[in-house]
């Protein structure tokens, strides 16, 4: 299979859009595929660089002082803009929007990593040109971007000039008019320094706040002698600009790559022999980064590859999110995945619930060793929690941010931010996630058992014992249309898994003898665990006798259903419409918030109830949020929904490839494309995990005629393979696994057995 998206429209109504497709990233920077020749003065684009975690403090005033609401927060930054390469072709500078463009082909291939732009192109003299760029963020020189520009002379002999620009002060996008985006367009970033080392230039910033520093390197490379070539810096702008100029014969080409490096002081302690060392590693070697880019992505798909077939522009959604998951995803423990990834600055460069939710599964199936680093982010910002948990009242526990870069709560709106407190049940989710999928020990002693215990014993500062049932009261819960709730259900069937699996942490880490030290250095009470069991025994799970559902919260139901009837299309998403006050007043949510904890929870309920409470959130949810249809699609798999399940997952599946939401230009939507690896592996497969078996209950949409996927348990390696009303399980290597079918318990125990199974009959009708 073929992974590569080309697209042959260039209308500059499509380049904001066009800019994050082709975004290159590798974890660490991301670059937003701007056009390299720039565009004229006015039109909208967000000529964005960014390293993962490298941010500003910026002020988030509150109009009346709230006491303990934090004033300032972080704010991913554009660090730079290594892009612009300007060619003139016999005087002529070439842009796509002057002269004539005979032919136009823009690619993202994600077998090989790299992004192109192809052209030919008239000048308006009528000099016709072939110019192509290709681009590469490198998985392993992570510092490095390229561009690889070759320019052919098609029906004329003459002069080629370059020049090839370095902007350090650049400013960040904002949009006043749209919360999901920074306010207001500033440059954060002030000159710390210019060094030419041969033909490399280093350019040096700070940051005017957070103390961060900076640089970025530019060197260039051509298969041509120039005729002259020299850099130029401009101290007032603090830029540079290497012009040269080349002579070509008809049907000559000529290849110039500028490598491009940043390094940064969150990283190391000097960020300008840190961007050299790199420059060396990577200079000249375009071949070689290509090869590794790669090398690195067959490992990936090896890994990763998960396949639909009959249904190829699902398939190729499919591919496309997972790549981008791949791109965007911290690779270093000391950051994690913002919910645009590193391809735009909605969202600030934040990290949310999202990755522990959405992406980690996806991870911590296909590759743990990553999954571990993402958690290991979590760990690292622990004692900052602890801290927030302390600003918030509680004396005890941890209490993660809403959203955040290094730990400091970042969100200005607590009612639809701090006060989702579920985030700390999620990471408690993920933590235990990752070890029952992984039986990784060494990582529950030394960070997950803490963070279990940490997080359960914030529950047991948040909620309270009322009338024999323990009640968690003024929280937020997944859906933000319903803010400041007393007993949201998802909230509270978190928090009590969360609880249960820190009695499960601290039995496993007693059984493995590792608990007296553990327990004395977080100096665990006596009585602490039965206080947690308790707490989860009688934890209150809204449900209603007369509906047979289950209430997203206390007063959700004594609500009115907001008028669906009376709301124009246009007037969605509705955050962008209404007073936030109007919303939390009716029954109406963003997204999946009960339909989510009876997906992760769903032994919790009886089927009916879970089906009563599917229809009748199904009425009251807008999916404003792109993280609604992907989990309504894995519901209504595990309720044999099949007609709706397929209808969810295409709604959810061409978020970002087909703009669905419309605001795929500020960036990718990673955690909508986490649910739909999730819709299909846990949805569509059926797949979950327990502690020491998997369960496998798939069933196959009547459009596709097949469906692949590989994971790994316990360290072992097993593909799934679906066609028409059959599918297999194979064991590819390592220990044998326990598996529950529908159709009984299997087996496997050695590599190279599988086991055969027919697809299940639908428990319910589809809709
Ligand atoms: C959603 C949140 C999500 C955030 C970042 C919001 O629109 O409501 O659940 O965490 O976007 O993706």
Redesign the pocket.
Known sequence: MERIYTTQRWDMADLPLQETLFHNANGYLGVRGALEEGLPQGADTMRGTYINGFYELVPMKQAEKLTNVLEEKESMINVGDPQGLRIAVDGQWFHQLEGEMLSYRRSLDMDAGITSREMVWRSPKGHQVAISFRRLASFVLPEMFTIDCRVTALNFAGTVEVESTQLALVRNYADPNDP?LAHSSQCHLVPAGHVFKGDASYLSVTTRHSGLKLTGGVRHWTDLAPSAARWEYDPQEHQAAYRCTFHLEQGQSLRLVKYCVFADSRRSDDTLAHAMTAMEKGYGRMDWLYEQQRLELDGFWKNAGTCIQGDGEANLSMQFNLYQLFQSAGKDGLCSIA??GLSGEG?EG?Y???TEMYMMPFFTLTMPQLARKLLGYRYLTLPQARENARLLGHKKGALYP??TITGQECSGYFP?GTA?YHIVGDIAYAVANYYIATDDRDYMIREGAEILLETARLWMEVGHEYQGSFRIHCVTG???YTCIVNNNYYTNACAQHNLRWAVRAMELLKQWGAYERWAARLQVEPGEAEAFAHAADIMFLPYDEALDINPQDDSFLEKPVWDFDATPPENH?L?LHYHPLQLYRYQVC??ADTVLAHVLFGQLERLETRRNSFAYYEKVTTH????SNCIFCIDACRLGLRAKARSYFGDSIKTDLMNTHGNTKDGI???NMGGCYLAVVSGFAGLELEENAIRLNPFLPEDWTGLSFRFQYHGSHLAFDMEGDGYTLKLESGRGVTVHTPEGQYQLEEPGQQLAGAVAGAVGQGG
């Open positions: 999901r919910a645009k969202y934040h949310f619930w999202d809403w959203r639809a989702q997944p859906d933000e998403p955050l963003k997204q404003d949020s792109s993280l939507h990673t955690a």
